[in-house]
Nanobody, 123 residues
Framework: QVQLVESGGGLVQAGGSLRLSCAAS????????MGWFRQAPGKEREFVAG????????YYVDSVKGRFTISRDNAKNTVYLQMNSLKPEDTAVYYC????????????????WGQGTQVTVSS
């Protein structure tokens, strides 16, 4: 089982930026596809962005395309989510997800999870 620890959340004004990090340990990081999900109060956990184990391909939910960028550094066992032009509707707890294999999960019921980091965007 891979262990995941997220960091980088916080309070930001609309239009601002944040960079989330997720540090992995316990397994060979480069064997895992990685993803970010989020869950707002009263809503289901949803896929936000994913990256293949090699870092060669990325995937995004339509609502964040052009604003968020997922990347990974396999030498540092870390995946990042750069979030620009943040909107109040981006407010949620953001979770890091690891899926053994090449392709990231897009469903919330699979893989390993971090504890989450709160992102709050004020209007």
């Amino acid at each position: 089982q891979v262990q995941l620890v997220e960091s980088g959340g916080g309070l930001v004004q609309a239009g601002g930026s944040l960079r989330l990090s997720c540090a992995a340990s316990g397994r060979t990081f480069s064997n895992y596809a990685m993803g970010w999900f989020r869950q707002a109060p009263g809503k289901e956990r949803e896929f936000v962005a994913g990256i293949t184990s090699s870092g060669g391909s990325t995937y995004y939910v339509d609502s964040v395309k052009g604003r968020f960028t997922i990347s990974r550094d396999n030498a540092k066992n870390t995946v990042y989510l750069q979030m620009n032009s943040l909107k109040p509707e981006d407010t949620a707890v953001y979770y890091c997800n690891a899926n053994a294999g090449k392709i990231p999960n897009k469903l919330p019921g699979f893989g390993s999870w971090g504890q989450g980091t709160q992102v709050t965007v004020s209007s």
